[in-house]
């Protein structure tokens, strides 16, 4: 069973860049889509994009100009940027494995504020 | 852009069967994956490519997708499927439906 981890920190303050990565363990990360999904408080889903091993990136329009989505296969690690951050970006972060298909692993969430 | 509209709420009787729908412009020309979300915790797969249950999820949960409404099933509901359900797909971009909140009574 694939297992995914997100760390960072979980305050950011407006206009600043959230930093997030996920490990991934009990499976290569050189051989699946990855992906970053969010979740605003009480609400529902909301996809951020993809990254293939191969570096490979496919993202949300409403987020492109602001999301980078970057992969280290050496730690086995993808990791989220998303710069010039407002409240609006508060949620719940889950990475999870897919790309465009389905998701069938997901981390346990991290919940990132933004807040001065 | 793509949308997909689900319930907010449905309830179903102890034991009894429920249907979640999820609309979409022909949505059954794409394949359709729904999760399920308990309270606090991360979302699980409950079926993939419209019907397919993956290892683990009970037989009572299966799917249908026709036309411009994909369906999820869960027969003799029981109370531990009360959750939160979303319905996913893939159209140029992932596109998840708003969710429903499933109450079992």
């Known amino acids: 069973q694939v297992q995914l981890q997100e760390s960072g920190p979980g305050l950011v303050k407006p206009s600043e860049t959230l930093s997030l990565t996920c490990t991934v363990s009990?499976?290569?990360?050189?051989?699946?889509?990855w992906s970053w999904i969010r979740q605003s408080p009480g609400k529902g889903l909301e996809w951020i994009g993809y990254?293939?091993?191969?570096?490979?990136?496919n993202y949300n329009p409403s987020l492109r100009s602001r999301a980078t989505i970057s992969v280290d296969t050496s730690k086995n690690q993808f990791s989220l940027k998303l710069s010039s951050v407002t409240a609006a970006d508060t949620a719940m972060y889950y990475c999870?494995?897919?790309?465009?298909?389905?998701?069938?692993?997901w981390g346990q969430g991290t919940l990132v504020t933004v807040s001065s | 852009s793509y949308e997909l509209t689900q319930p907010l709420s449905v309830s179903v009787a102890l034991g009894q069967t429920a249907r979640i729908t999820c609309g979409g412009h022909n949505i059954g020309n794409s394949n359709v994956h729904w999760y399920q979300q308990k309270p606090g915790q991360a979302p699980v797969l409950v079926i993939s490519?419209?019907?397919n249950r993956p290892s683990g999820i009970p037989e009572r949960f299966s799917g249908s997708n026709s036309g411009n409404t994909a369906t999820l099933t869960i027969t003799r509901a029981q109370a531990e499927d009360e959750a939160d359900y979303y319905c996913?797909?893939?159209?140029?971009?992932?596109?998840f439906g708003g969710g429903t909140k499933l109450t079992v009574l």
């Open positions: 009990s499976a290569s990360i050189s051989s699946y889509y």
């Open positions: 996913h797909v893939w159209h140029g971009t992932t596109v």
């Open positions: 990254i293939y091993y191969s570096g490979s990136t």
């Open positions: 490519r419209d019907s």
């Open positions: 999870a494995s897919g790309g465009s298909g389905w998701y069938d692993n």
